[in-house]
């Protein structure tokens, strides 16, 4: 069987509209499109969903520019098109065939590798171009599909040819119980933490890097308390993911976040936090999934170390202050107990149990402490905020231009609702929505006699400013 990762990468000459289909391609989802460590902004990666399926896009650079770092450019798509499943081909509709997107072809040709051949900008161009396009479907890349990624026609049909090389997605867990991720970097000590919590040697533990290949969910049951833990494999930089079997090992991890409501991020405390870490903590923030940051290994660190080490996560972790950090040894079995605590207080943050008007007077109090900016002379008026959903926390707040909120207002009543709820660990998804004026398309048509009151009122600033013009 040939394991799938779900990669599909665009490429292209520049100019074509890449990056525009990238974001049609992972429409609502933004906060899930970020750059990778270690990659150019050339290459960027992001996750879409359809027809039940998940994958990631990679937005790439175009080819063959003319540009200074042309070649830097050039590796950096290579490297997309060797991990991507499938490969799109994005063509200028309105340019036809350039001489580049000749060279581009015959280079792809020769890869073996399944491609799809995509006409852009279709908006405004003429059928006669579009029909010498379509001649394009013989030469081996199967039938040119023509799409607007500005607007969105024909993506639906580019969906669907692409939909047989994404992987399933991990919409729920079918035991009962917290789902708790394991994830983080390789040889961190996830298996022998997860062995830790279960006081049993359930996982394989060895120490080399990459020994859990697959997501292994283990349900079981402590203090009353049903868990589902999830060992996953060790999620390394994108760049130096070489094996295809550890690539699909990967996104099983990933997966795995996505569907677990609490995640355990593993470090190595003799390490400390590294890049890498930051962007787990990233993904798993737009996943949704409640975090806490599990340092292993501290009976391998003395008290300078110690100190050191605290110093750094605090600098380090000032954009997520709200993920508690909790110190054990798994090798040693200490401080499992307490880990437990805390994975009943996060899994509690995600449930948002609180009423209607509880929630407006936390909102109220937050008004008016900080009143919101004004926003093009224009005071924006914030006007009641209701519970959307659990795990994550969500809520929608409502009023007149709330969604040109700046960040700094917007983090300000995360953090407010934060303290005001005691949501630990969880992140906070806010909503913004405008409230409309069901009488705005109306308008408001003057009596005869307000108008001739308006004519007087007319006639007397005029009057007014003629006597001052002349006495000056």
């Known amino acids: ?21 990238f974001n049609r391609l992972c429409g609502g989802r933004d906060a899930l499109v970020h750059d990778r460590p270690g990659l ?8 879409a969903e359809f027809g039940g399926r998940t994958g990631t896009v990679i937005d790439t650079g175009g080819l063959h520019d003319t540009s200074d770092i042309a070649n830097l450019v050039n590796a950096q798509v290579r490297l997309a098109i060797e991990e991507a499943d499938i490969v799109v081909v994005l063509l200028d ?13 015959q280079e792809l040709r020769v890869l073996n590798k399944p491609m799809r051949l995509v006409a852009n900008k279709i908006d405004g161009v003429k059928e006669a171009q579009l029909f010498a396009l379509k001649e394009l479907s013989g030469l081996g890349f199967g039938d040119v599909l023509f799409v607007s990624a500005t607007h969105g026609d024909g993506v639906n049909a580019l969906r669907e040819s692409l939909e047989p090389y994404l992987t399933r997605v991990v919409d729920s867990i079918d035991h009962d119980g917290i789902p708790v991720a394991v994830i983080g970097r390789p040889n961190v000590g996830k298996s022998t933490l997860v062995n830790a919590l279960l006081g049993d ?16 969910y283990i349900p079981f049951e402590r203090d009353d308390q049903r868990y589902v833990l999830i060992d996953t494999a060790g999620i390394r930089r994108k760049g130096r993911v070489q094996d295809v079997v550890e690539k699909f090992s990967v996104v099983k991890a990933l997966d795995a976040m996505v569907a677990a409501e609490v995640a355990l991020l593993v470090i190595d405390a003799t390490e400390g936090i590294v890049e890498q870490d930051l962007h787990i903590v990233s993904y798993a923030v737009d996943a949704g999934t409640g975090l806490i940051l599990v340092v292993n290994k501290v009976d391998a660190m003395g008290s300078e170390q110690r100190r050191a080490l605290k110093t750094a996560l605090s600098r380090r972790l000032r954009f997520a202050e709200w993920i508690p950090i909790h110190h054990t040894s798994a090798l040693k079995r200490t401080g499992i107990k307490k ?22 007077r936390v909102l109220q109090k937050a008004v008016e402490s900080h009143t919101p900016p004004a926003i093009r002379s224009r005071q924006v008026k914030i006007r009641y905020v209701n519970k959307l959903r659990d795990h994550p926390p969500s809520l929608l707040v409502h009023g007149n231009q709330v969604e040109s909120l700046p960040s700094s207002y917007r983090r300000y009543l995360e953090n407010r609702f934060r303290t005001a709820l005691e949501i630990v660990g969880m992140p906070i998804a806010i909503e913004f929505r405008n409230t409309e004026n069901p009488f705005g398309h109306r308008r408001n048509e003057l009596t005869r006699r307000q108008q001739k009151h308006r004519q007087r009122l007319i006639q007397r600033r005029k009057a007014r400013a003629k006597a001052k013009r002349s006495r000056g």
């Open 339 to 360: 880990l437990y605590s805390k994975v009943r207080q996060v899994h509690r943050s995600g449930r948002l149990d609180i009423a209607t008007p509880d929630l407006n």
């Open 1 to 21: 069987m040939t394991l799938k990762s779900g990669t599909i990468a665009l490429v292209g000459r520049p100019n074509v509209g890449k990056s525009t289909l």
């Open 201 to 216: 040697d359930r996982c394989v533990v060895f120490d080399q890097p990459g020994t859990t290949r697959d997501s292994i």
């Open 40 to 47: 150019t902004r050339d290459r960027k990666y992001g996750r």
């Open 93 to 105: 509709a309105a340019a036809g065939v350039t001489p580049a997107d000749e060279f581009i072809l």
